[in-house]
């Protein structure tokens, strides 16, 4: 069935629409392509389904589950997070709107509004907030082992490694916490444009230095030890005659390989920079604000026109194009082996040939819709649907 829907929802990824759900009821001004019609190569199977809250409803988000310590791990918007085994039995929950010091929360109930993460590591699950909280819980009980407020909303997940939690909020604070006490070590402020998406990239911490895409459309390298600004590299130049035209946030998670950094902006490029001497080995003009992967010699890309493309990362040379999802909606990819996935917001999910884009496979998963992309581990691929529906996929 054709759906006609606004682009991407971009008046809800705007910085200053707050708690804009995705869905409005403004005037639709571009066509959904249909589901794609082929035969499947393989099926899927669903080993089990789990429930997690309610999700992040019709919110833009991007959390995601993680799967670490042979356990699963997902969270609510509104609160909830949970672990489960790897046969989906829950091990234990936390309700982060229960929690007694959190006074503070807005609205008629409370709400964690949980929205960066979740991330793991030092057997702990990090974790951010709307409400300007950073939350270290313990991975095997779920206890808050710390809290710590930050000066603005954390939309994007921490980065965590060498004993430091680095978050940046949605008014431009780039903050660094003690991963074990939480306790603050540096904040600096980064200048904001005057309008901006309503999401953030994810930090990367790399060899005693942070990798941060901003919101001005260029990427900055920091030292962890104190946030000093080392070097940066525009990706795109504002242009046009509204604010909206010339939004340039580098919203995508960046890939490091080695010393080679790619990135990509909104209204932007999609470039190539090595870190060890700030020097652009190409670019190549594609606008995105989903996360990018890679395998191989490939980076995949998911454009704002919900395009997908692999690009090969050494010279940023086109390699396929797959354009039958057309405003769908679509998550970013992740790689499965020899295939790339991606979800839309009808939610089906749909295998495409690593080597060709061509479509081999596709499942409907939840009506409620995808919304960020699968989670492949070595055991299964986890899916969570906009309704909090978590499930754990096996393909055969």
Not at 68 to 96: M, P
Request: with cysteine; glycine share 8%; hydrophobic share 40%.
């Amino acid at each position: 069935m054709v759906k006609a829907w606004r682009g991407l929802g971009l008046a809800c990824l705007l910085a200053g629409l707050s708690a804009c759900s995705l869905f409005n009821s403004e005037e639709d001004v571009v066509q959904m392509a249909p589901v794609p019609e082929f035969s499947n190569q393989f099926t899927v199977a669903q080993q089990w389904q789990a429930r997690v809250g309610k999700g992040v409803d019709d919110y833009f988000s991007t959390l995601s589950p993680v799967v670490a310590y042979d356990t699963i791990f997902a969270a609510a918007r509104f609160g909830e997070v949970e672990a489960l085994s790897l046969d989906g039995k829950r091990l234990w929950k936390q309700d982060l709107s229960e929690v007694e010091s959190n006074n503070r929360f807005s609205g008629n109930t409370s709400n964690a509004r949980i929205s960066g993460g979740l991330v793991a590591a030092y057997q702990r699950i990090y974790l951010g907030t709307e409400n300007a909280d950073v939350f270290a819980l313990s991975a095997e009980t779920g206890e808050i082992v710390w809290q710590a407020k930050v000066a603005g909303e954390v939309l994007a997940a921490p980065a965590v490694e060498d004993s430091i939690v680095v978050v940046i909020t949605s008014n431009g604070h780039l903050v660094a916490l003690d991963a074990h006490s939480g306790e603050q070590r540096w904040d600096i402020k980064i200048d904001q444009p005057t309008l901006s998406l309503r999401s953030k990239a994810p930090a990367i911490i790399s060899n005693g230095a942070v990798v941060l895409g901003r919101s001005d459309g260029k990427v900055g390298l920091y030292l962890l030890n104190n946030g000093q600004l080392v070097f940066e590299s525009k990706l795109a130049q504002p242009k046009g005659s509204t604010e909206i035209d010339r939004i340039v946030d580098v919203d995508s998670k960046p890939v490091l390989i080695g010393p080679q950094l790619y990135a990509v902006a909104y209204n932007g490029n999609l470039v190539s920079v090595n870190l060890r001497n700030g020097e652009e080995a190409w670019r190549r003009s594609y606008s995105a604000y989903q996360d990018l992967a890679s395998a191989g010699l490939s980076l995949f890309v998911t454009d704002v026109s919900d395009n997908v493309y692999s690009i090969d990362r050494t010279n940023g040379v086109e390699r396929w194009t797959q354009s039958l999802l057309s405003y769908r909606i679509v998550t970013g990819p992740a790689v499965d082996g020899n295939y790339v996935i991606v979800g839309d917001s009808e939610g089906y999910l749909y295998w495409l040939n690593r080597d060709t884009g061509e479509f081999v496979s596709k499942i409907l998963i939840d009506k409620s819709g995808l919304y960020v992309a699968p989670v492949v581990s070595a055991e299964k691929i986890i899916v969570q649907a906009r309704n909090g529906k978590l499930y754990a996929l096996d393909r055969s």
